[in-house]
C-alpha cells in the first residue's frame, strides 16, 4: 500500500514556472513507475508525464513537451513535474500516481493516486 501526497500547486501568470512535488509513504517507492495527470474542469483526466522506477525512462504528451520535466529522488521517495512557461491551458487539478509500468501508464492503470493539487495559471 502506498499513500501519494501532492504539494507545489498554486496560482501562476502565463509564462511562469511552478515545481509540483508527490511525496509517497511505504518502502516501495523505488519499485513503483509513477506518473502526473491533469484534470481541467469540465473535462475528463488526461495523462501529462511517467518516469520509470530507475528514472532512466520518461515520457509525456504532446502539449507538455519541452516545457515539463518529471524527475524522481528514491532516497526521498518523492517524485516532481517541473513545469515551466505555462499557459492558461494548463490550469488543471494535478494527480500524482504509482503503477507498474511508465511505458503503459494511462488513466486506467495506476495502483495508487494522490488527492491532487491545484494549478491556476492566469492570462
Known amino acids: 500500500q502506498a499513500q501519494l501526497v501532492e504539494s507545489g500547486g498554486g496560482l501562476v501568470q502565463a509564462g511562469g514556472s511552478l515545481r509540483l512535488s508527490c511525496a509517497a509513504s511505504g518502502r516501495t517507492f523505488s519499485t513503483y513507475a509513477m506518473g502526473w495527470f491533469r484534470q481541467a474542469p469540465g473535462k475528463g483526466r488526461e495523462f501529462v508525464a511517467a518516469?520509470?522506477?530507475?528514472?532512466?525512462?520518461?515520457s509525456y504528451t504532446d502539449s507538455v513537451k519541452g516545457r515539463f520535466t518529471i524527475s524522481r529522488d528514491n532516497a526521498k521517495n518523492t517524485v516532481y513535474l517541473q513545469m515551466n512557461s505555462l499557459k492558461p491551458e494548463d490550469t488543471a487539478v494535478y494527480f500524482c500516481?504509482?503503477?507498474?509500468?511508465?511505458?503503459?501508464?494511462?488513466?486506467?492503470?495506476?495502483?495508487?493516486w494522490g488527492q491532487g493539487t491545484q494549478v491556476t495559471v492566469s492570462s
Open positions: 518516469i520509470s522506477s530507475s528514472g532512466i525512462f520518461t
Open positions: 500516481a504509482a503503477g507498474t509500468s511508465a511505458r503503459r501508464m494511462n488513466i486506467t492503470n495506476p495502483d495508487f
